[in-house]
Structures are given as structure tokens and as C-alpha cells.
């Protein structure tokens, strides 16, 4: 079986909701939940987390994760992609000795991931010979072909005007990024600039259990979601 680590990148710098990574949900720091599903499904030799906040490292130890190095500061601002903070890592990591085939990026605020997600990912890149990337993902809940934008002059314009009167059923599925990890190889997370310019494969997640938590009514969304759903969650 090929050698994996999880590489969990958190900043200490969030600026919309403040303190985010170590913020409690539901009785624990938010990061903890990403921490405790990748340890769950025995995939990974270790499980690292990028940062450069020393409460956000010694909140990660505490939960079983390794903090190695500290992320650059030119690497933990708020216009800094996600594969660049990959690459630093496993060259870090490399630096230090580690063999692991497989890396999987999993964000710091994904309480709603899974273990049967993560192996199913595991299974994608391990087994594609062409795959760089294996992305979660989920479908818009609405054709974006019947999306609409206001105008300069405040009006209502259709993005696709052409498909105005197509029926919604007969628009192909649209999928987004669902934010929570994304396995990929060693050299693609070091020489890609990004997840969609390579060869990437979905694994596609149920829509209500994809939320971006960026604001606080996002986070209170969250914690009403997950008050539904956390069975699902902990299996």
C-alpha cells in the first residue's frame, strides 16, 4: 500500500471569524475535527499541520497531529493558494527524512468530513495512473446555465441567455469545490500552480453536508447542520 500523510494547512491570521482553526465546535477546537477523521482511517503514517501560530500547533499536537516546521510567513496570508502551502510542506518534510508516496491536503475547517471520503479518495489516486489530483466536490444545487447577474444599470442579465427556456433537467450537472481535502501526488502538489490545471478526479459529497465556513452565520449554519447530521460524521 502506498505511504500517505495528511497535511493540514491553518494560519493563525483569519480575520472573518478570528481565531477560527482553534475555535470551539462542539466541544472542541475546530481543527480537532479534521485531525481526528484522517486519524481514524489508519491511511496515514502522520498527520502534519502547516502553520505559523503557536497556539494552532500546540492545540494540533494536543490532538494527535505533528507540527514539524513553521509555514513561512510569505505562505500564510490571505492571497496565498493552497498548493504552494502543500509543496513548502513536503519539501519540509522531505528535508527531514520522510518517505510517503500520497499526500492529501485537508482544510482545518472541514468538521463535516468523513473517513469513508477519505478512503474513497485514497482509493482514486492510489489506483488512476493518470491522476494528480482527487478533489471532493459537490453538484450546485440549481443549473448555473440559468444563472443571472446584475447589471451595470441594476438590472437582471442572464449569464447564458441562450439557455433562458431550457428546461433545468436538461442542463448538464455543475459541480464546486466542497472544501474539504484534496489527495493528490507529491509532484503534483510541487509543480502545479493549481487543483483544476491538472489531471484531477472527483469524489462527489452530498450537498448538505458541504458548507463554507467563512462568516458567522456561516459558522452558526454549521453548528445547526452538524447538530442534525454528526452520526453520519462519526462513523
Known amino acids: 500500500m502506498s505511504r500517505a500523510v495528511a497535511i493540514i494547512p491553518a494560519r493563525g491570521g483569519s ?48 490532538y494527535g497531529a505533528t507540527v514539524p516546521f513553521r509555514r513561512p510567513e510569505h505562505l500564510a496570508n490571505d492571497h496565498t493558494p493552497t498548493v504552494p502551502v502543500i509543496g513548502h510542506a513536503i519539501d519540509e518534510l522531505e528535508g527531514l527524512g520522510w518517505s510517503f508516496d500520497a499526500v492529501c491536503c485537508i482544510y482545518a475547517t472541514a468538521p463535516f468530513i468523513t473517513v469513508a471520503d477519505l478512503k474513497e479518495g485514497f482509493g482514486q489516486i492510489t489506483s488512476k495512473l493518470d491522476a494528480e489530483f482527487v478533489i471532493s466536490v459537490t453538484v450546485f444545487s440549481f443549473p448555473i446555465m440559468r444563472s443571472v447577474k446584475i447589471a451595470g444599470d441594476g438590472a437582471l442579465k442572464m449569464f447564458w441567455p441562450e439557455h433562458e427556456t431550457t ?35 472527483p469524489i462527489v459529497l452530498p ?5 463554507d465556513i467563512d462568516t458567522d452565520q456561516d459558522w452558526q449554519r454549521a453548528e445547526k447542520l452538524f447538530q442534525l447530521i454528526r452520526h453520519e460524521i462519526s462513523v
Do not use: C
Not at 455543475?174 to 474539504?180: E, N, S, V, W
Not at 450537498?207 to 458548507?211: G, M, P, Q, S
Open 207 to 211: 450537498n448538505y453536508r458541504v458548507l
Open 167 to 201: 428546461r433545468s433537467q436538461d442542463l448538464e450537472h455543475a459541480y464546486h469545490d466542497a472544501g474539504q481535502f484534496y489527495w493528490g501526488t507529491k509532484k503534483a502538489f510541487k509543480t502545479r500552480q493549481g487543483f483544476f490545471s491538472a489531471r484531477a478526479y
Open 15 to 62: 480575520k472573518r471569524i478570528p481565531r477560527k482553526n482553534v475555535k470551539l465546535f462542539f466541544g472542541k477546537p475546530m481543527i480537532a475535527w479534521s485531525i481526528e477523521a484522517a486519524l481514524r482511517t489508519g491511511l496515514f503514517s502522520n498527520v502534519v499541520v502547516s502553520t505559523d501560530d503557536d497556539e494552532i500547533a500546540e492545540t494540533a499536537v494536543r
